[in-house]
T-cell receptor, first 114, second 118 residues
Framework: DTGVSQDPRHKITKRGQNVTFRCDPI?????LYWYRQTLGQGPEFLTY????????KSRLLSDRFSAERPKGSFSTLEIQRTEQGDSAMYLC????????????FGPGTRLTVT | GENVEQHPSTLSVQEGDSAVIKCTYS??????FPWYKQELGKRPQLIID?????GEKKDQRIAVTLNKTAKHFSLHITETQPEDSAVYFC?????????????????FGKGTLLTVNP
């Protein structure tokens, strides 16, 4: 499968714990996006990378959230001191760039905070 | 920021009928409008998109129309089939350049649950 992949697919954690998610974009896609989706809603933008540079962060991304894309390939999203309100589907998308607008999504990581 | 409204929230049609989903956007600078199909428990799948320099685009049974003046765009599905049943999301994107890196982040509507009855 050469599409966007995410790991893990499901994560259950207790409130206060830290979690980290990984996204592997489509090969050669230099743009990578993180979105959050809650039940009955469309995805909401969290942050954006062009290669290894994080160029925009949403106001939704509190100080407890941090994202990296160290070598311009895979990306990680870490949530520290999780809260019940963090429960959601975390989606990653990648785009080729170079004038190509299309974003292709991964299967997501479903986070449940108990 | 951009705001996207989507209607209806649910749509039920008989197999073979047409389905139309409508979206409006607020920022006239938006220039890219994709539609995604999301089946239960699966990833959003890009099904069609349109750029602001085009008024209509068609791909087999699906088409998208864009009215820049009115700031609305629509998804049309003809000859619907049960496998078209899913949640459909519209989105809008504005190119925002920052430090040489253009961000085409998507602002999504709330989705339309389409049910095609056999």
């Amino acid at each position: 499968d050469t599409g966007v992949s995410q790991d893990p697919r499901h994560k259950i954690t207790k409130r206060g714990q830290n979690v980290t998610f990984r996204c592997d974009p489509i090969s050669e896609h230099n743009r990578l996006y993180w979105y959050r989706q809650t039940l009955g809603q469309g995805p909401e933008f969290l942050t954006y990378f062009q290669n290894e540079a994080q160029l925009e962060k949403s106001r939704l991304l509190s100080d407890r959230f941090s994202a990296e894309r160290p070598k311009g390939s895979f990306s990680t999203l870490e949530i520290q001191r999780t809260e019940q309100g963090d429960s959601a589907m975390y989606l990653c998308a990648s785009s080729l760039g170079l004038g190509a607008y299309e974003q292709y999504f991964g299967p997501g990581t479903r986070l449940t905070v108990t | 920021g951009e705001n996207v409204e989507q209607h209806p929230s649910t749509l039920s049609v008989q197999e073979g009928d047409s389905a139309v989903i409508k979206c409006t956007y607020s920022d006239s600078a938006s220039n890219y409008f994709p539609w995604y199909k999301q089946e239960l428990g699966k990833r959003p799948q890009l099904i069609i998109d349109i750029r602001s320099n085009v008024g209509e685009k068609k791909d087999q049974r699906i088409a998208v129309t864009l009215n820049k003046t009115a700031k609305h765009f629509s998804l049309h599905i003809t000859e619907t089939q049960p496998e078209d049943s899913a949640v459909y999301f519209c989105a809008a994107s504005i190119k925002k350049g920052r430090s040489g890196g253009s961000n085409y982040k998507l602002t999504f509507g709330k989705g339309t649950l389409l049910t095609v009855n056999p």
